[in-house]
């Protein structure tokens, strides 16, 4: 997939599907490579429709893609939504090696509790990345699920909270789900409830998680924080990859890469992570699975978080990109109740 076109970030000879703006109405639409639009909206009101019974909706888009007119109004005339419509986000936990033996040697917190008196960062790190080769390749996935009212599209401003300060990235390649999925696959079946691929860009506030006043240490709702799920701009059909292994994902903060890893580099593939989950949950048309963040988050980086005036430039090998402006958020002059949960370091 060499051929990239450089207005949509599509490889030629692909679509992606979206859903735009207009400033009148949503429509779900097909985009071609430079930037073309074809509106599918009489026939998928519904974005998550596409998704129902994906071989049908494929042949047909594959056609609608080949023949069809365009508006006549380019991507640039639109603005980009999230491309499904409030779906069940199911994410994939310490999903690549290096990035999860960087994060338990480098995140604050209760991460830190594990580190032996008088150890280095690099004998810490090491011990860490044999953990997950010992532990986690050898054990299941482990998912947590985000609230699609965290989600956002792939142009819109990323709201930083008043609470905390290690505000983080991680971008990750985000599977798109297919109807039908019933209970308890097979990762060989499970490849078949696969639509396609977005982009993906799961943050979080890392001095949020820790917590020691309830037993199992973490909060997990402090990857949820408004805007902090953005997503897209296109779901391009898995037909146009025929394996993963050409796609890369890419993350820059203010211009300076912080993110640059293959994403086919995983502990668990998408197919087990499906699998896994049609064990323990419902998986539903347009349903979003994210899939872990490769290394070179923002701990790595000398803790180096998000700040007001940063922008966050995501981009995925025939997948499209990301532009974010980061501000803070408009609370209207409300401070938070509760604030930082409590933290014992000494236990």
């Known amino acids: 997939m060499t051929d990239i076109d450089q207005i949509t970030g599509l490889a030629e000879g692909t679509f992606g599907i979206a859903r735009l703006s207009d400033e009148m109405r949503p429509i779900t639409a097909i985009v071609r490579p430079g930037g073309d639009i074809v509106d599918i ?47 069940q986000i199911f994410c994939a936990g310490s999903n690549y090696r290096q990035h999860a033996a960087e994060m338990y040697t480098f995140n604050e917190g209760n991460y830190q509790k594990e580190r032996n008196a008088g150890e280095s960062d690099e004998e810490f790190f090491e011990r860490n990345f044999e953990f997950v080769n010992q532990k986690r390749a050898k054990g ?40 039908g999925a019933g209970r308890y696959l097979s990762p060989d079946e499970a490849g078949e409830f696969i639509a396609g691929y977005t982009i993906g860009d799961d943050m979080h506030t890392g001095d949020l998680f820790s917590r020691s006043d309830v037993k199992w240490n973490a909060d997990w709702i402090a990857k949820q924080q408004p805007t902090f799920k953005q997503v ?4 391009v059909p898995k037909q146009f990859f025929p394996d993963r292994t050409g796609m890369r994902i890419e993350l820059d903060v203010a211009g300076e890469q912080m993110q640059n890893w293959p994403a086919d580099d995983m502990i668990f593939t998408p197919e087990d992570y499906l699998a896994y989950a049609s064990e323990r949950l419902p998986l539903l048309a347009g349903d979003l699975m994210m899939m872990g963040s490769p290394p070179g988050n923002g701990a790595v980086h000398g803790g180096r978080w998000l700040v007001p005036g940063d922008t966050v430039d995501i981009r995925i090998t025939g997948l499209g990109f990301q532009h974010h402006r980061v501000v803070a958020e408009d609370s209207a002059g409300r401070t938070p109740y509760w604030g930082m949960p409590p933290l014992d370091t000494d236990s």
Request: proline share 10%; glycine share 8%.
């Open 41 to 87: 909206s009489a026939e998928y009101p519904n974005a998550n429709a596409i998704y129902e019974n994906w071989p049908t909706s494929f042949d047909q888009l594959e056609r609608v893609a080949r023949d069809a007119a365009s508006t006549g109004r380019a991507l640039g005339g639109y603005r980009i939504l999230p491309p499904v419509e409030r779906p």
């Open 140 to 179: 299941m996935p482990f998912i947590w699920l985000a609230s699609h009212g965290s989600l956002v599209g792939p142009d819109d401003d990323i709201e930083l909270p008043q609470i905390g300060h290690a505000h983080d990235w991680e971008a990750e390649l985000t599977i798109v789900l297919a109807g």
């Open 232 to 235: 897209g701009p296109f779901v």
